[in-house]
């Protein structure tokens, strides 16, 4: 299964500032997603990052609020703009479609850690 | 909106087998079955997927019936460790695509 990171776990943020999030991969994947998981609340998707092209962002969700890159296969970053206090949440970051070690391509999605983003 | 139903919580004794059961009614054709779990503060986790037959895996086992309107995840032998809310989830295809995450159930395993 692939390994995914995120920076940072966690970050506690005034209100007007941004927060980027980073996701790296251990080895090259087709997709990578990005959702918002509110409190105590299911995940919701934000986008899909799309390599070399503007991310395809979900209704409700817009680039000037929620900027991302994806500059190769294997990172991407989610930028929360103009933090208010209902950004508090968990931005999740997954995969899928990447090359197995046995060499199958993987047919579902695996999910980071989580970041977890307070705004006061 | 999730395409798919399920109880909001469940219980099950240790050592029991967990029974957690979804409907999705309006299924199409071509959409897989997945499940997926959240155990706390972590990323979901996934447990297994299925198309029309049923399947199991070192995790779990998959019954979808047979006019594929609603399935049922078995956990053969729960451990506390099981605890954690359980997503299923129905999307075209099996590879790529996004995920459309209801609200689960949340099971308890209790000693």
């Known amino acids: 299964s692939a390994v995914i990171s995120q920076k940072p776990s966690r970050d506690i943020c005034q209100r007007g500032t941004s927060l980027t999030i980073q996701c790296q991969v251990d080895?090259?994947?087709?997709?990578m997603f990005w959702y918002r998981q509110q409190p105590g609340q299911s995940l919701t998707l934000i986008a899909t990052?799309?390599?070399?092209?503007?991310?395809?962002?979900e209704s409700g969700f817009v680039i000037d609020k929620f900027p991302i890159s994806r500059p190769n296969l294997t990172f991407s970053t989610l930028t929360v703009s103009n933090l208010s206090p209902e950004d508090s949440s968990i931005y999740l970051c997954?995969?899928?479609?990447?090359?197995?070690?046995?060499?199958?391509?993987?047919?579902?999605?695996?999910f980071g850690p989580g970041t977890r983003l307070t705004v006061l | 909106d999730a395409k798919t139903t399920q109880p909001p919580s469940m219980d099950c004794a240790e050592g029991r087998a967990a029974n957690l059961p979804c409907n999705h009614s309006t299924i199409s054709g071509n959409e897989y079955v997945y499940w997926y779990r959240q155990i706390h503060s972590q990323g979901p986790q996934y447990i297994i997927h299925g198309l029309k037959n049923n399947e199991t895996n070192e995790m779990a086992s998959l019954i979808i019936t047979e006019d594929r309107k609603s399935s049922t995840l078995i956990l053969p032998h729960a451990t506390l460790r099981d605890t954690a809310v359980y997503y299923c989830i129905v999307r075209v295809g099996n590879q790529g695509g996004k995920l459309i995450f209801g609200q689960g159930t949340e099971l308890s395993v209790k000693p």
């Open positions: 997954s995969v899928e479609g990447g090359g197995s070690n046995s060499g199958g391509l993987y047919n579902e999605q695996f």
């Open positions: 080895s090259q994947v087709t997709m």
């Open positions: 990052a799309n390599q070399g092209s503007e991310a395809t962002y």
